[in-house]
């Protein structure tokens, strides 16, 4: 389990809004939500192949926080990248920490988990 | 595969329209051809609402249904294309010298407007009243003789049955004197009786036209041209007149029948069984042609469930015609009149239980069976109000004190709720509370647009609509269904709802708003829709503070977001109207950032490719060369479309590209429950097509008609006419109002169509609140308004002023300058477009495929 890799400031991420970040040759959608909590998950939306998600509004649906994708609607959930509207859809999620002020993400242990 | 057989239909009216409708919605063209032959040179077209052709303006307006169904394959519709024989030997006819074979023909030629036979009905001037073409012509004779300047002009129409009525009110409404003639001893003989019929004719004669019952006429006199002078009366006296409509009665067109050798009853209509068939087994009769045991039904209810027992025998079914409802209702000059049932209380022993207050002009009268249980028929007059009740329980018990029903406002008559199951709801389509209540308990509908849709209930006259309501909320209710207009999961509240508690707290923020008066953080549906309403009451910048991760990415990069991910820019065009430079100056933008373009529907253009990190510096770009946001990516004005008008056109009547430079520079940036999109006409040629706008103007010569409701998109909508003739200043308050009005009180996502639907009152209710302040609400709107105007600023130059802002604006927020690496174009018409699947693969395949763990950073 190897490579935190430092994305960016946690102040460079706006509270309920997404943004990208190319990370190891990925490109994952970085959410900072209201309470606190941090995401990392795909950006590119598996519905249309287009690297949008974390253009999304995100909102909450029951207790899960989520993402809608800005181009068909679809609602993911930002902790498991499960799509709630269709069960065979999910994205990829990353680990995430914020130390010291700066958001890292693991991409190389997430690759390694999806390989396995 | 066998051939199909033929069907043809003579006539192209009411009923022969809605004989085509059952057919095709019922799969009849996999077997038939069907041919319909009309002499008329429109579609079928709404008759009972001929006179709404005055304030209509417009034949279109009139057109029955979806026009598409003339379009359907196996259906064609010869217009202007009157049978003159049928032989049926050779079973074909012949229209305009051509034959048409057939292997079953129906006949639904309708009737003929009665001429009296008295001297002079050939003059000048004289009418009749029976199609548009009719009317048009009245019209047109009205006003070339208002043009001569003499004093008012006088018009006498024979006939005080329904049609008199109407050309009365037709007459009157083009600013000409009336006076009904009438044979009978009272007004509409044939419904009402003879207190009902004195009750009609005081409210009549209030409205200012003169009416002679017991009057014989004798004959039209002419002047030296042949027009009509003066009407002379059995009795002696006479009249002076300029015009005369002859509305005595109608006649059914059987002469073709006739000469077919069909059988014909002795006082007209073509004689036929219960299966609508006449003696000819291969030869059907339907409508007011028709008659059908013993007599003709002269109206299009009776007309419409022939047409459906003929369609279901064409199919092979074994419907019949069982006789049908012949109530009336209708509003005469505005006036209020019903007849039910057994209106004359010919029923043996009946009893009848009446009201009359001379001073309102009310007569109501109820028939009962001899015991006073039974309801048997009515006569409403100057308040039919209780008809879309009473008339389904003719023959049904009406339980309790029958003078419930007849007492004025105020007292709440028994429920609609216990209408019994097997009680006509809808005339016009023969329509049962039974099915209505079935709709919702079994077929799932849960509105009344789903219930119109499923039953065809009120889709023809409408009247009934209110009690359609009220059965299907009971039927909703009793199933235990909550009718929620609730937002989504996280307000419980509806966005009218939300937007006067915004407006009311002054509360500022989502997460306040959801706080108090909500759940949950949000959703892709209450964000966006609480970002709007907090920007129309003007609380800031779409990107300041918290409302940013309120707003979708259009409105957040304020661009549009296309199926790659990239987007489309739209600089603002304010009526289309843009200079040489400004042209060069989006072409040069485009052409330096790769951007592929195109006209839109709205008159401006459109940029599409662009990278999000690039549409700040396209947009310094078009900053700089004097244009602003156009709006395209909100829920907000779009654009105000307009021809070129009296500046450049010779037709053109009045400056319409000012008046949408006004306009669109007015409403530009008002934020509102859906797209808005106007259009402003220099001639009533309408090259702008603005009654297809949510408020389309039109120049007349005495200054702008305002239409409003209109929409293109998946259900076109024609705007209605909303105002006459106003000046540009009453024009610009009138729409403030109605836009504001709208921005407050519409649903999510609703335009201003369905929205005038929804309203209680519909278009009717919109006027009195925008024009006569019914509410009391007009200083409100337009002081709304007024901010409006005053708070705007160019979203885009404001972003660009602004480094924080900007921050937004890139790809990866740890590569700012880098663009997304997947995306790929090829070119077409020598411009790029999205490359499809199989071109990336082949286009940028390898490069993008990423190769597992060999980028794992140290």
Known sequence: MSGWTQVCALDDLVPDRGAAALVGGEQVALFRLASGAVHAVDHRDPFTGANVLARGLVGSRGELATVASPLHKQVFSLATGQCLDDPAVRLRVWPVRVAGGQVEVAVAADEAKGVA | ?858
Not at chain 2, 253 to 274: I, M, P, Q, Y
Not at chain 2, 616 to 639: C, M, N
Not at chain 2, 642 to 650: D, K, L
Request: proline letters at 4%; aromatic letters at 6%.
């Open chain 2, 1 to 858: 595969m066998t051939q199909k057989k033929r069907l043809v239909v003579v006539g192209a009216g009411m009923v022969a329209r809605r004989l085509v409708e059952a057919l095709v919605e019922r799969g009849a063209t996999r077997d038939w051809t069907i041919e319909v032959f009309g002499e008329e040179s429109r579609p079928p077209y709404d008759r009972v609402a001929l006179t709404s052709f005055f304030t209509l303006r417009d034949a279109d307006e009139l057109l029955l249904g979806d026009q598409a169904l003339w379009r359907e394959p196996d259906v064609r519709l010869y217009r202007s294309s009157p049978v003159s024989a049928i032989d049926r030997e050779a079973r074909t006819v012949t229209a305009r010298g051509t034959t048409h074979a057939y292997d079953a023909l129906v006949l639904a030629t309708g009737s003929y407007a009665a001429v009296p036979p008295i001297e002079g009905t050939d003059a000048e001037g004289c009418f009749v009243y029976r199609t548009v073409d009719d009317v048009a012509e009245l019209r047109a004779w009205v006003t070339e003789r208002q043009g001569e300047g003499r004093p008012p002009v006088r018009g006498v129409v024979v006939g005080g049955g329904l049609l008199g009525l109407e050309a009365a009110g037709a007459l009157d409404q083009l600013g000409a004197h009336a006076t009904v003639v009438e044979f009978a001893d009272r007004l509409m003989p044939v419904q009402v009786d003879r207190a009902g019929g004195e009750a009609l004719r005081r409210i009549v004669e209030g409205l200012g036209v003169d009416v002679r019952t017991s009057t014989a006429t004798s004959r039209i006199r002419r002047d030296r041209r042949g027009r009509v002078k003066q009407m002379d009366f059995a009795d002696g006296d006479s009249l002076a007149t300029d015009v005369v409509v002859l509305a005595t009665g109608v006649r059914p067109r059987d002469e073709l029948a006739r000469a077919a050798g069909l059988d014909v009853h002795e006082r007209g209509g073509v004689l036929a069984d219960d299966a609508c068939r006449t003696s000819d087994p291969d030869v059907y009769a339907i409508g007011e042609v028709a008659c059908i045991a013993g007599r003709v039904w002269g109206l299009v209810g009776p007309g419409y469930t022939m047409a459906e027992v003929v369609a279901d025998r064409l199919l092979g079914g074994e419907a019949t015609f069982e006789g049908a409802d012949m109530s009336t209702k209708l509003k005469l000059l505005g006036v209020d009149v019903a007849s039910f049932g057994d209106a004359f209380a010919a029923t043996a022993g009946s009893l009848e239980v009446v009201y009359a207050d001379p001073v309102a002009g009310v007569y109501k009268k109820l028939v009962l069976s001899d015991d006073a249980s039974t309801l048997l028929g009515g006569v409403l007059v100057g308040d039919a109000s209780a008809y879309t009740t009473l008339r389904p329980l003719v023959g049904n018990p009406l339980g309790g004190d029958p003078t419930a029903w007849l007492l004025p406002d105020g007292v709440e008559p028994p429920s609609a709720g216990a209408l019994p199951d097997e009680a006509t709801v809808c005339s016009c389509n023969n329509v049962t509370a039974g099915s209505v209540r079935c709709a919702v308990s079994d077929g799932g509908c849960t509105d009344v647009a789903g219930v119109k849709a499923c039953t065809r209930a009120g889709t023809s006259c409408g009247s009934c609509l209110p009690l359609v309501k009220t059965l299907v909320n009971a039927e909703l209710e009793a199933a235990g269904v909550e009718v929620s207009d609730a937002l989504c999961e996280h307000f419980a509240l509806s966005r009218a709802q939300l937007f006067d508690v915004v407006r009311v707290s002054g509360i500022t923020t989502f997460s306040e708003l959801v706080d108090r008066h909500g759940t949950g953080r949000g959703c892709d549906i209450c964000r966006p829709v609480v970002a709007s309403i907090l920007a129309s009451l003007g609380h800031g910048h779409v990107l300041d503070g918290e409302n940013a991760a309120l707003q979708d990415t259009n409105d957040h990069v304020m661009a549009n977001m296309q199926k790659d991910g990239t987007y489309s820019v739209v600089p603002r065009i304010p009526g289309g109207e843009v200079t040489p430079e400004g042209l060069i100056a989006i072409g040069q933008v485009a052409a330096d950032f790769g951007l592929y373009t195109k006209i839109t529907g709205g008159q401006r253009i459109d940029l599409f490719g662009a990278r999000i990190e690039q549409l700040p510096a396209i947009w310094q770009r078009l900053v700089d060369a004097g244009f602003e946001s156009g709006h395209a990516y909100g829920k907000s004005l779009r654009t105000v479309k307009s021809c070129v008008g009296q500046t450049w056109c010779r037709f053109g009547v009045q400056d319409s590209v000012g008046l949408a430079v006004a306009l669109e520079l007015r409403y530009r940036g008002l934020r509102s429950p859906h797209k808005i999109k106007l259009g402003v006409s220099g001639c009533a040629r309408e090259c702008a097509e603005a009654r297809g706008k949510d408020v389309g103007v039109i120049a007349t010569d005495q200054g702008w008609n305002v239409y409003v409701g209109g929409n293109g998109g998946f259900t076109p909508r024609h705007a209605q006419l909303l105002a006459e003739d106003l000046s540009t200043e009453e024009l610009v308050r009138t729409i403030d109002r109605f836009l504001m009005y709208y921005v407050r009180t519409a649903d999510r996502l609703q335009r201003t169509a369905t929205w005038l639907e929804s309203v209680e009152g519909g278009l009717d209710a919109v006027r009195a609140v925008v024009m006569d302040d019914s509410l009391g609400i007009a200083a409100d709107l337009d002081a709304a308004m007024a901010g409006h105007v005053d708070r705007y600023e160019d979203e885009w130059a404001a972003t660009l002023a602004d480094p924080e802002k900007l921050r937004r604006f890139s790809a990866f927020v740890n590569a700012p300058d880098v663009g997304d690496p997947d995306l790929a174009y090829v070119q077409e018409r020598g411009q790029k477009r999205p490359a499809t699947e199989q071109e990336r693969a082949v286009l940028i395949g390898g490069a993008t495929i990423p190769v597992r763990g060999a980028e794992v950073p140290a």
